[in-house]
């Protein structure tokens, strides 16, 4: 049971009717572009396919629906650093019960864990045979979703990894615990587990956090030189985004903060490219999931804030300085659709104690949305060792 104390309060998301009411303003007023030469989705979302989520965002989605999904679960706020830090805490139940920080990235948010909570929480009831479960502790990252309030502070990978560690330790007394995350969420986890190695379990991430940059007299071993050259290709087609978000963030907060057509759009592109989807977002993840998240970033104004940990990321040494390496137990589950899959010898030159990895079956970037109940198998199997 958590400890309630004064500077923690349970919490509810509730839009307003005037919210949704000028949210569908704005989407009955959309102006869309031409559809441009070419494949569809090779220069961008795809004209043909953002008209359908978009008719179906305006008639069928219903955001009230989402919204109670997320206040079935217990809510609550603390404030750290002068910051209101949103998150969901679910207890454990199992005869071995870990406390486990669950992280998001971009362009995530809480609800990508709505389906693995309750499987972390209480794996035997969802067909998991473990004996370890999990109290779950799932954030909304700083400068994300319901963990921003306009003009607050921004923040790089090392605050955030600072104010989440006080969140465990002295907020909810957790001396000890489990970290799993993808995505900046895995940044974020190593980090924590760099600087903190003390208080981590175990470390499981579906996404590796390697530096990709090196000296000018580095000499490449075969390892490093696959991840460089998965880097390239990414970096000729698939890290526009990161450019513009890493040096100019402000410029497109003020476009994705008035259109919310332009906010989806953004984003869907990345449930397109980064999921196990075979041409198909939804294939791996539901309108009504998607537009759950990208709602959320709607009515919370957090996508400029989100930017941030690019921009700091971009203006900043590597967050795992060089030649240091993070010694807490790590797994790794390697999806097949996830954006860089860099080999394991070059993995333990950060990550020296990688105690389980294993290559999934299906699924992409977005894990815990697309195979929740894979992702929670292999976490229970990791976190079973005696690590």
């Not at 679960?73 to 920080?101: A, C, R, W």
């Not at 330790?169 to 903190?196: E, H, P, T």
């Not at 981590?200 to 490449?220: C, D, Q, T």
């Not at 954006?339 to 030159?349: D, G, N, T």
Request: glycine share 6%; aromatic share 14%; with cysteine.
């Amino acid at each position: 049971m958590i400890n309630m104390s004064a500077n923690i309060k349970p919490y509810l998301l509730n839009i307003t009717e005037n919210e949704l009411l000028a949210l569908y303003s704005r989407l009955n007023n959309t102006r869309l572009p031409d559809q441009p030469p070419g494949e569809p989705w090779l220069s961008g979302t795809d004209l043909d396919w953002f008209k359908t989520i978009l008719e179906y965002w305006k008639k069928d989605f219903d955001w009230k629906k989402s919204e109670a999904e997320l206040n079935t679960f217990p809510q609550f706020k603390t404030n750290i650093s002068d910051i209101d830090i949103h998150f969901i805490y679910s207890e454990g139940k199992g005869k071995k019960v870990f406390p486990l920080l669950l992280m998001h990235g971009w362009p995530g948010s809480v609800f990508e864990f709505l389906d693995i909570i309750p499987m972390l929480s209480d794996p035997k009831k969802y067909g998991i045979n473990s004996d370890v479960a999990f109290t779950v502790v799932a954030p909304s990252l700083p400068g994300f979703g319901l963990s921003f309030t306009p003009n607050q502070k921004r923040f790089g990978v090392e605050e955030i990894a600072d104010l989440l560690t006080e969140l465990m330790i002295k907020q909810l007394s957790y001396n000890k615990f489990c970290i799993q995350g993808g995505d900046w969420g895995a940044m974020v986890g190593s980090r924590i587990s760099y600087r903190y190695p003390e208080n981590i379990i175990g470390l499981h991430l579906n996404m590796l956090a390697l530096r990709r940059e090196y000296s000018n007299k580095h000499i490449f071993s075969p390892e490093e030189q696959d991840y460089i050259d998965q880097v390239q290709i990414w970096k000729s087609e698939g890290m526009g985004y990161q450019a513009i978000q890493g040096s100019r963030p402000q410029t497109l907060a003020y476009a994705l903060s008035d259109s919310p057509a332009g906010l989806a759009a953004w984003i869907c592109e990345k449930f397109y490219e980064w999921t196990d989807c075979k041409g198909v977002p939804e294939n791996s993840v539901s309108f009504d999931k998607m537009l759950a998240n990208i709602c959320l970033y709607w009515f919370s104004g957090a996508i400029g804030s989100s930017f941030w940990p690019y921009y700091a990321r971009n203006h900043r040494p590597w967050f795992i300085p060089e030649g240091e390496t993070i010694s807490v137990p790590v797994g790794y589950a390697e999806f097949p659709k996830e954006m860089l899959r860099p080999k394991k010898l070059l993995a333990e030159k950060t990550y020296i104690n990688i105690k389980r990895w294993t290559k999934m079956s299906k699924g992409g970037h977005f894990a815990a949305l697309e195979q929740p109940q894979l992702l929670t198998k292999e976490i229970c199997g990791f976190f079973s060792y005696d690590i």
